[in-house]
């Protein structure tokens, strides 16, 4: 009988001559143990440069995780509270609107958006789309960003968001460069303008949350999003790959993006979401996906929630903080929008994490309790308490997410501790 090692190498060797992935790193580590590592392919074709352990890429969404821890930090200082409003921090937030059956309307006092919402995708803030004014707007507000960002050359994805122009909507298509680059605090100012696309906690939808996170992670605090990170969380966790942008020296370092074109694998250079391709520096930190890092890093970050809070004897966040991050859940109403996400069957979500409630229902193999969450290139973080296991993979693929591979992976990896 094959052991794990050869099992998740062979899966890995055959995804990356499938095309499926141009290279991949996974590390499983139990009861502070590393019981796997494996890696194959390359992070740069072109150049013959082979997938790492060292490799820095583009966390996207999977940056998620860390915004919420840093909120929990805030919180265990009585700096800011889940119940608070979002208003208390970005004026823009206020006095917000939002959209009753197509119309926009004021959101009562006591339905005010707060932070809870942002933790919980129940805030009514979207991504960028075409089937509401809230997503047009949103989509546009990208548009701006990404075409502010200082020597970037592609502006690919930046004109995707340009596709809803038949919703009938008049807004400014001629962003100023002349501004310099959009900051986090700029973003979450022009984004609490916008309507939002339903009443605060009334659903669940994937957004913009994290990034207002961000930007009141920021305020409250008094420095900016990536210092407190560095500060609070980085330094202490020995995170010294994982930041906002690469710097000079690492950049020989960094993956490559690919995109599968009809069979053949291709670099994509566009800035999805305000986040450089390219790796340099941008003033938008994007707490929802601006995080660079490498598979070490963050198995450091996924071992300090197993271990409660404690790395290396130093306390990160009190055990009562882990508790609540790790285990959060929607109300029934918010979990039936979730229920349409295809691969979460079996998942609720609470405090920007996936936490899986019903194992029998899931597509992959896991445990009751089990949270993580995932990014759009394919970098994918799960901690498994019930046995006391941290799985971590990292691939560059366009538009990914939890693949093919990042579930085999994970099955075998279940199945062999």
């Not at 190498?9 to 580590?29: F, H, R």
Request: hydrophobic content about 35%; overall charge negative; charged content about 25%.
């Amino acid at each position: 009988m094959k052991n794990l090692q050869t099992l998740v190498q062979e899966a890995m060797d055959k995804a990356v001559a499938n095309k499926e992935v141009a290279g991949v790193s996974a590390l499983a580590i139990r009861e502070g143990k590393e019981i796997c590592f494996a890696k194959s392919g390359h992070s740069d074709i072109a150049a013959d440069k082979a997938m790492e352990r060292n490799t820095i890429c583009h966390l996207y969404s999977q940056s998620k995780p860390i915004t919420a821890a840093a909120a929990m930090l805030l919180v265990q200082d009585g700096i800011i509270d889940m119940g608070q409003p979002v208003g208390d921090f970005i004026d823009s937030f206020k006095d917000q609107t939002y959209l009753d059956n197509g119309i926009v309307t004021p959101v009562p006092v006591d339905k005010r958006l707060r932070i809870h919402d942002l933790l919980n995708m129940t805030s009514g803030l979207t991504y960028p789309g075409n089937t509401s004014e809230t997503e047009v707007k949103t989509g546009y507000l990208f548009y701006d960003l990404i075409k502010r960002l200082k020597n970037c050359n592609s502006d690919e994805d930046a004109n995707d968001y340009l596709d809803a122009d038949n919703l009938g909507f008049s807004l400014e298509k001629t962003p100023d460069p002349s501004k310099g680059m959009m900051s986090t605090a700029e973003f979450a100012k022009e984004l609490g303008k916008l309507p939002l696309e339903f009443l605060p906690g009334s659903h669940f939808k994937y957004g913009t949350s994290a990034d207002i996170l961000g930007a009141v992670i920021e305020k409250a605090s008094g420095m900016k999003f990536g210092d407190f990170l560095q500060t609070r969380l980085f330094k202490p966790l020995e995170m010294k790959d994982t930041t906002f942008f690469v710097p000079e020296e690492k950049l020989s370092r960094m993956s490559k993006i690919y995109k599968n074109v009809n069979g053949e694998l291709k670099e994509f250079h566009g800035n999805r979401l305000g986040v450089r391709s390219d790796g340099k520096e941008n003033a938008f930190e994007s707490g929802g996906a601006g995080l660079y890092s490498t598979i070490d890093d963050y198995a450091r970050f996924g071992q300090m929630l197993l271990n409660g809070g404690i790395y290396k004897g130093q306390e990160i966040l009190k055990p009562r903080m882990i508790q609540y991050l790790t285990s959060g859940s929607l109300t029934p109403t918010q979990q039936k929008d979730l229920d349409n996400w295809h691969g979460l069957e079996g998942f609720t979500y609470g405090n920007l994490m996936r936490v899986l409630k019903n194992p029998d229902e899931a597509v992959l193999v896991g445990n009751q309790g089990e949270y993580g969450w995932d990014g759009w290139l394919g970098a994918y973080f799960m901690n498994d308490p019930s046995t006391k296991t941290t799985f971590i993979m990292l691939t560059q693929m366009f538009d990914y997410g939890t693949g093919t591979l990042t579930r085999k992976l994970r099955n075998i990896i279940m199945n062999n501790i």
